[in-house]
């Protein structure tokens, strides 16, 4: 168990629904990076925080945005939901001089 | 800028070797190699920075050349709970703020 926890494990929502997904980082870990997976696919970077700025960005619109708090927990927002929304979010948490990521369980978003 | 994994799925029996490869399009920082189980979050295997060094984990391990921008995972006498893909991670300069997992390679050991 890593000690990152992701909230809620599953959900759904309909499309054109806004959707919030937590993350709580492991202890110390003041780097927080989330990841869409779709099914059968490899992970694809979302974005980056560290110190609650973001840090980095991959090819996602900017409906996709997010929070880090001070204690460092995170959030992931959605805005007008698509379909191909559809998939498990992941969020890791590292130290920003440690390369080592730890992963969440991940929130299993389904949009219908 | 996802890198490309090699091959896409294998099948081994208990005991025998593999070879998974990674290759990038982009130079790369460093490469960090994970394991994903069925219905489990990814698992950091190890990391691998520039300057071509080889990384070992039990029997494990992973090379790193920068110039033709690619990595590989070496799986030795292959156990049961190797069975589970595979994805290189790839870092695209030092920031750390940039990174991006392979296609991945789907690995089953039998008995």
């Known amino acids: 168990e890593t000690g990152v926890t992701q ?3 599953h959900l759904i929502k309909t499309r054109g629904q806004q959707v919030t997904l937590r993350c709580s980082s492991q202890s110390g870990h003041n780097t927080v990076s989330w990841y869409q997976q779709a099914l059968g696919q490899g992970p694809q970077f979302i974005f980056q925080y560290y110190r609650e700025e973001e840090n980095g960005r991959g090819n996602f619109p900017p409906r996709f945005s997010g929070l880090q708090f001070p204690n460092y927990s995170s959030e992931l927002n959605v805005n007008a939901l698509e379909l191909d929304d559809s998939a498990l979010y992941l969020c890791a948490s590292s130290l920003s001089q440690a390369p080592e990521a730890f992963f969440g369980q991940g929130t299993r978003l389904t949009v219908v | 800028q996802q890198p490309v994994q090699s091959p896409q799925a294998v099948i081994l029996r208990e005991g025998e ?8 399009s982009k130079a790369l920082y460093s490469v960090h190699w994970y394991r994903q189980k069925h219905g489990e979050a990814p698992v950091f295997l190890m990391i691998l920075l520039k300057g071509g060094e080889q990384k070992g984990h039990e ?28 994805f290189c991670g790839t870092e695209i300069g030092n920031t750390g703020n940039q990174f991006y997992f392979g296609t991945g390679t789907s690995l089953t050991v039998i008995p």
């Not at chain 2, 070797?17 to 990038?24: E, F, G, L, P, Q």
């Open chain 1, 7 to 9: 909230s809620p494990t």
């Open chain 2, 17 to 24: 070797d593999a070879v998974i490869n990674c290759s990038s």
């Open chain 2, 59 to 86: 029997k494990i391990s992973a090379s790193f050349n920068e110039k033709k921008q690619q990595s590989s995972l070496y799986l030795t006498a292959s156990q049961l709970s190797y069975s589970g893909t595979y």
